[in-house]
C-alpha cells in the first residue's frame, strides 16, 4: 500500500503556489485510497469465482443448484455491500469535492486579498515618495525664505545704521547752526547796545555843551 503524506495545512499565509501544491496533494491521495479501497473487494470475487469454476465438475446437479444458490446469495451480500461501500464513497467524494471547491473559493478570496494588499502597498508607497518630495520642496523653499528673511534684516540694519547716522549728521548740522546763529545774534546784540550807549554818551555830551555854552 503506497504510503501517504499528511495533508499540508493551509493558512492565511501560504503562497498561492504552495496552496495550488496542497490541492494537488489532496487529489492524488483520494484516488490512491480510492483504488485501494476498491482491490480487497475485486480480489475476493475473482477468488471466488476461481474456486466455483475449479469444483464444478466435480458436484452434483443438487449441491451445484444448492452451492450456486449459496454463491447467489454470497454474491448478492457482496453486491450489498459493495454498493453500501460505493455510496459511502460517492458521499465521501461528494464531501471532498465541496471542501475542495470551498478551498478553492478561499484561495480565489486569498489571491484577491493579496492582490488588493500588493496595490495597497503601492499606493502607500507613493504617497511617501510623494509626502519625501513635498518636505524636501518645503525645505528647500523654507532654507530659501530663511536667506531672503535674513538677507532683508542686514539690509534693513544697514538702512538703519545709515538713516541714524544721517540723522545724527543733520543734527550736529542744525546744532552748529543753531550755536552760530545765536553768536550772531549775541554778537549783533551786543553791538546795538554798544551803539545805544555810544548814542547816549555821544547824546548826553552834546546837552552837557549846549548846557555850559
Not at 547796545?193 to 554818551?201: G, I, L, S, V
Request: a negative charge; aromatic letters at 4%.
Amino acid at each position: 500500500m503506497p504510503e501517504h503524506k499528511a495533508p499540508r495545512k493551509l493558512s492565511a499565509a501560504n503562497t498561492k503556489q504552495e496552496m495550488l501544491e496542497a490541492y494537488g496533494d489532496l487529489l492524488k491521495q483520494l484516488e490512491a485510497k480510492r483504488e485501494a479501497d476498491a482491490l480487497p473487494e475485486q480480489k475476493v470475487a475473482e477468488k471466488a469465482a476461481k474456486q466455483v469454476v475449479a469444483t464444478a465438475d466435480s458436484l452434483s446437479a443438487e449441491t451445484i443448484i444448492s452451492d450456486i444458490s449459496g454463491l447467489k446469495a454470497e454474491v448478492g451480500k457482496m453486491l450489498s455491500t459493495l454498493s453500501d461501500r460505493l455510496e459511502q464513497e460517492v458521499g465521501r467524494y461528494d464531501n471532498v469535492k465541496r471542501a475542495i471547491a470551498e478551498k478553492e473559493r478561499e484561495l480565489a478570496e486569498i489571491y484577491e486579498i493579496q492582490k488588493a494588499a500588493s496595490s495597497l502597498a503601492a499606493l502607500i508607497e507613493a504617497q511617501n515618495l510623494k509626502k519625501q518630495e513635498f518636505e524636501a520642496d518645503m525645505a528647500t523653499r523654507k532654507e530659501a525664505l530663511s536667506g531672503e528673511i535674513e538677507e532683508m534684516r542686514a539690509e534693513w540694519q544697514k538702512e538703519k545704521a545709515q538713516r541714524a547716522a544721517e540723522q545724527k549728521e543733520q543734527d550736529a548740522v542744525e546744532a552748529r547752526k543753531r550755536s552760530r546763529e545765536k553768536e550772531e545774534y549775541e554778537y549783533a546784540l551786543q553791538r546795538e547796545r554798544q551803539a545805544a550807549r555810544d548814542a547816549f554818551e555821544k547824546e548826553k555830551a552834546g546837552s552837557r555843551k549846549r548846557m555850559c555854552g
